[in-house]
């Protein structure tokens, strides 16, 4: 007893080193299960995790919050986890030319209107989708868009903890999931490609305010 006491008391005193890091840590509740705990929304990922009969290894985890502002709850919308069906760790470059199952999960950390995460999409995406249309406003991957922002539009609200998985394939497929459910399947390189580079490109959605990126956890993965 004396021992488990003195051990928390050490990981208390880490507290406040943890809480100013972007770096997410090994949530020390759940290291025996080696959970992997997103430091702004507290959401924990699996290092690893059955999809659609399929085991994926955790790469890097992630926050998307409004204008850069993450450490107001208001502004957190989502944290995404990022998975390979390979346990071999990877980087941005090899995720977004490989190819591979790859696949990423992002956990609602409040109520959001299905329409409201549409509208984000269709923002993020539109210019990657013209510019891989070389600049044309109309084409299949813009078709897709539509057929993608539909999954979104549709669902009047995705709840705080509630699951959207978006797998894109080896060959070219992109498979969404809420809650496990499979809802689209849309074949579209160029959708496919848009939205990884949303969130592992040069010129992702983290860096615009901030400068943060995905967190990558090769080798977090790997120890024990
Ligand atoms: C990313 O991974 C690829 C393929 O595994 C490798 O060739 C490349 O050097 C890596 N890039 C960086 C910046 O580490
Ligand atoms: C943003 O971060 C990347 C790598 O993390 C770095 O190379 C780049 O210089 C940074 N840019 C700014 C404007 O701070």
Excluded at 44 to 68: P, S, W
Excluded at 186 to 207: H, Q, T
Aim: with cysteine; hydrophobic share 40%.
């Amino acid at each position: 007893m004396a021992m488990a006491g003195s051990r928390r008391m050490g990981l208390l005193a880490l507290l406040p080193l943890l809480s100013n890091s972007h770096d997410a840590v090994l949530s020390h509740s759940n290291a025996y299960e080696k959970n992997v705990k997103e430091p702004f929304t507290g959401i924990e990922f699996e290092q690893q995790k059955q999809i659609d009969n399929n085991d994926y290894h955790l790469q890097a985890t992630a926050v998307r919050c409004m204008l850069g502002q993450c450490k107001m709850a208001m502004a957190r919308a989502y944290a995404i986890g990022l998975y390979t069906e390979d346990k071999q760790p990877v980087n941005e470059t090899a995720v977004l030319t490989g190819a591979m199952n790859r696949i990423l999960v992002l956990v609602m950390d409040k109520d959001v209107a299905g329409h409201h995460i549409a509208k984000g999409f269709d923002k993020s995406l539109l210019p990657r989708i013209r510019k891989a249309q070389a600049g044309s406003k109309r084409g299949s991957g813009k078709d897709a868009l539509r057929d993608f922002t539909k999954c979104f539009n549709r669902e009047k609200t995705l709840k705080k903890g509630s699951e959207v998985a978006l797998l894109w394939t080896p060959d070219n497929k992109l498979v969404v999931y809420f809650d496990n459910q499979m809802r689209a399947v849309i074949e579209s390189p160029i959708l496919c490609r848009a939205v990884f580079d949303m969130y592992l490109g040069e010129d992702s959605i983290f860096r615009k305010y901030r400068n943060m990126s995905f967190t990558f956890h090769g080798g977090a993965a790997s120890e024990t």
